[in-house]
Antibody, heavy 121, light 108 residues
Framework: QVQLQESGPGLAKPSETLSLTCGVT?????????WGWIRQPPGKGLEWIGH???????YYNPSLNSRITMSVDTSKNQFSLKVTSVTAADTAVYYC??????????????WGKGTTVTVSS | EIVLTQSPDTLSLSPGERATLSCRAS???????LAWYQQKPGQAPRLLVF???IRATGIPDRFTGSGSGTDFTLTISRLEPEDFAVYYC?????????FGPGTIVHIK
């Protein structure tokens, strides 16, 4: 079955760049779907960060747009997220997910387990 | 940006009871863009319903989504012990996703 796994440093210093990768197994990114990132600060709700297509076409949360870059590597079947100039407010569990926009339906049907990122000096 | 509000914030119910969760949008949204998720502590969200009323694969039929326009509802007909969790609604408009703040369903 389709599985997603986030990886990356669990700790980042303020003002640095956070980099995460999501590896996909059981499905080829080249076959379709969008691939997205969602985060959840401690004790809070879900925040959509953005999503990317196999072609590299991206959609970002307007509130994070200036600090976000997503990329996709179809040869490794993975996609990545970079967040620049991080602050304590970026501390969260970061999830990657498969994003469906097929037939006008918009939802995230497969999620990774999440990775905790703490921003602290 | 479309804002989603969910009510109530918390629902205290007993197993076997019916749960009715509300999701209201700040402006009309397409039903095809409305989804519901369940999240248990320490776990990733799980898709329950998409297209406002279509159950995702493997979701029991005690979960029913309904609604249109600005008002949507998730109903759990008879709560099972494993249903006590946080529930989020989500919409997508103009390729921008937003989530509601969540409703906690906990055991009374």
């Amino acid at each position: 079955q389709v599985q997603l796994q986030e990886s990356g440093p669990g700790l980042a210093k303020p003002s640095e760049t956070l980099s995460l990768t999501c590896g996909v197994t059981g499905y080829s990114i080249s076959s379709g779907y969008y691939w997205g990132w969602i985060r959840q600060p401690p004790g809070k709700g879900l925040e959509w960060i953005g999503h990317i297509y196999r072609s590299g076409n991206t959609y970002y949360n307007p509130s994070l747009n200036s600090r976000i870059t997503m990329s996709v590597d179809t040869s490794k079947n993975q996609f990545s997220l970079k967040v620049t100039s991080v602050t304590a407010a970026d501390t969260a569990v970061y999830y990657c997910a498969r994003v469906s926009v097929i037939g006008g339906y918009y939802y995230m049907d497969v999620w990774g387990k999440g990775t905790t990122v703490t921003v602290s000096s | 940006e479309i804002v989603l509000t969910q009510s109530p914030d918390t629902l205290s119910l007993s197993p076997g009871e019916r749960a009715t969760l509300s999701c209201r949008a700040s402006q009309s949204v397409s039903s095809t863009s409305l989804a519901w998720y369940q999240q248990k502590p320490g776990q990733a969200p799980r898709l329950l319903v998409f297209g406002a009323s279509i159950r995702a694969t493997g979701i029991p039929d005690r979960f029913t989504g309904s609604g249109s326009g600005t008002d949507f509802t998730l109903t759990i007909s008879r709560l099972e012990p494993e249903d006590f969790a946080v529930y989020y609604c989500q919409q997508c408009g103009g390729s921008v996703f937003t989530f509601g703040p969540g409703t906690i369903v906990h055991i009374k």
